[in-house]
């Protein structure tokens, strides 16, 4: 069977890939010249490259693990040491961590909590763990209820003072959803948390070995190709053209560089694209339907990438950092903690500036300034005296419209997989499923939607519908 898959990002090719599994062929199609959607990245004129996000793995992504498994790719993740390291913004170039200890959950998360000594009081240690007991105790109903408070009312609810907010989870809330605690809904940070409390690697973290495009998403296209389906670049959707009674026709693909457009007919249609094309695409007599009429509820966050060449060493850490800066969110040192990007003697800073409503529209030139501002008081050392570090060169990579806007009161407009169009599915880490707006949450909602297109369209003699529904544990230590 025929499925029409529109955007080759995560959900996209995931879908694609559990459908060649379970004998379907997909077609997928790809607006841009670039596979990974909000995981793309491009080569400059140097060679070097330069990407979306700054893409960080956690050991509490047992969907993408277990995808880079049945790809046999899994080598490419580069874990590091089982710690979370924050700056410290009133002692300019030091760091505080909370080094996780390799003994089980939630022991281990509690520990390194217990033992840091910069950020938090024991006081402010008692009452944050005590807020936290209903969410351990009671599981995701729990969690899921809280959609109605921002993570900070959700802390002052539990008597938890401000100072944690500020110390602590301004960089989390900034790191995972690109807005700040009072504005995001205190169900995803609860819902990271859990992971983190129940699972024994769940905060660990890891880099790939090289950019997403080459080293995860082409793999993927491989596999589909390799089994009969299909992935096209260049294929925008122009159109989803309807049947009489509502259900999809066949997909327009508009024609580019003076050729004519395209039908694509299918026997299934999935739309794979982020919240915000889909509902600019829906069609006038779906917007009349209760079920599309929620995705007016779902917006994506602008989301600001840049990358920094140096002409010396800032740092030797091979970790992912939290700024606890007012203007950036989490960086890394690329030469250090990626294989194709090492250098010994330069340093590639990827940052994440966020939030970034008030930046989006401002100049590179400008958002590069600011930022070398606040670099100069992360690393004092290289930035002051008569030999300041030199940049070398840049990138900033824009993304007006990304991972959906995690406000509070979001949940109940997040859309199933499958729709009341027969023929359509909805894949995209903005449909409803477990995870947060994530590369987890992309890969957890392409599994879902080719698992409800198998239920629904099952193939004869399919033998691998089992890895839609029941991935193995993944042990992150040993990944």
């Known amino acids: 069977m025929r499925v029409a898959i529109a955007g080759a990002g995560l959900a996209g090719l995931s879908c694609a890939k559990y459908l060649t599994d379970a004998g379907h062929t997909p077609i997928v199609l790809e607006s841009r010249d670039v596979l990974g959607g909000l995981v793309a ?22 969907n993408m693990l277990q995808l880079l498994k049945e790809l046999g790719i899994e080598d490419r993740l580069q874990w590091k040491e089982h710690t979370l390291i924050f700056n410290q913004p009133d002692k ?30 024991w006081e402010q240690k008692i009452r944050f763990a005590v807020g936290l007991l209903p969410a351990v105790v009671r599981g995701q109903k729990y969690v899921e209820d809280m959609d109605k408070y921002s993570f900070l009312e959700w802390l002052k609810r539990q008597g938890v003072d401000e100072r944690v907010t500020s110390d602590v989870f301004i960089a989390a809330c900034k790191a995972l959803t690109f807005i700040n605690p009072d504005e995001v809904s205190a169900t995803i940070l609860l819902t990271a948390l859990n992971r983190f409390l129940q699972e024994r ?29 299909e992935v096209r670049l260049n294929a925008p959707l122009k159109e989803i053209l309807l049947n009489a009674d509502g259900t999809v026709k066949g997909y327009l693909i508009r024609g580019l560089n ?46 600001i990438n840049l990358h920094l060449w140096f002409d010396r060493k800032l740092t030797e850490i ?14 890394a040192d690329m030469s250090n903690t990626c294989r194709e990007y090492a250098n010994p003697n330069r340093s590639m800073l990827e940052l994440v500036l966020a939030p970034a409503k008030d930046w989006i529209a401002k100049s590179d030139e400008e958002i590069v300034a ?25 990138h900033v990579v824009k993304t007006p419209r990304s991972v959906y806007k995690a406000t509070p009161g979001r949940q109940q407009y997040r859309p199933a997989q499958v729709t009341p169009i027969a023929n359509f599915y909805l ?6 499923q477990r995870y947060l707006g994530s590369m987890e ?18 193939v004869a003699n399919s033998s691998n519908l089992q890895t839609l529904t029941r991935p193995p544990a993944t042990n992150a230590a040993t990944a």
């Not at 080569?43 to 996000?53: I, L, V």
């Not at 890891?206 to 089994?227: H, K, M, N, Q, W």
């Not at 930035?383 to 940049?391: I, K, R």
């Not at 949450?441 to 099952?458: D, N, R």
Request: hydrophobic share 40%; proline share 8%; glycine share 8%.
């Open 441 to 458: 949450g992309a890969v957890l909602s392409g599994k879902l939607t080719a698992q409800a297109i198998s239920e629904a369209l099952p």
């Open 370 to 394: 600011a930022t070398i501002a606040e670099l100069e008081k992360l690393f004092p050392d290289h930035f002051g005296g008569d030999n300041p570090a030199t940049l070398l060169k840049s």
């Open 318 to 331: 091979d970790h992912l950092l939290f700024s606890r800066s007012p203007l950036l969110s989490v960086y």
């Open 92 to 121: 300019p170039g030091t760091l505080s961590r909370f080094d996780v200890p390799d003994i089980p959950s939630p022991f281990n998360v509690i520990a390194s909590i217990l033992r840091n000594k910069d950020m938090l009081t």
């Open 258 to 303: 003076g050729a004519e457009d395209e039908v694509l007919t299918a026997d299934v249609y999935v739309s794979a694209m982020s919240v915000d094309p889909l509902k600019a695409m829906l069609p006038k007599p779906w917007k009349l339907m209760e079920f599309f009429q929620k995705l007016e509820g779902l917006e994506g966050v602008p989301v």
């Open 427 to 432: 894949a995209g880490s903005y449909t409803m």
């Open 201 to 229: 690697y769940g905060s660990k973290i890891a880099f790939l070995d090289g950019s997403p495009t080459e080293r995860l998403c082409s793999p993927i296209v491989d596999y589909i190709t390799e089994r009969g389906g």
């Open 41 to 62: 990245a491009w080569k400059d004129s140097d060679g070097d490259w330069y990407e979306t996000g700054l893409h960080a793995f956690f050991g509490a992504y047992p």
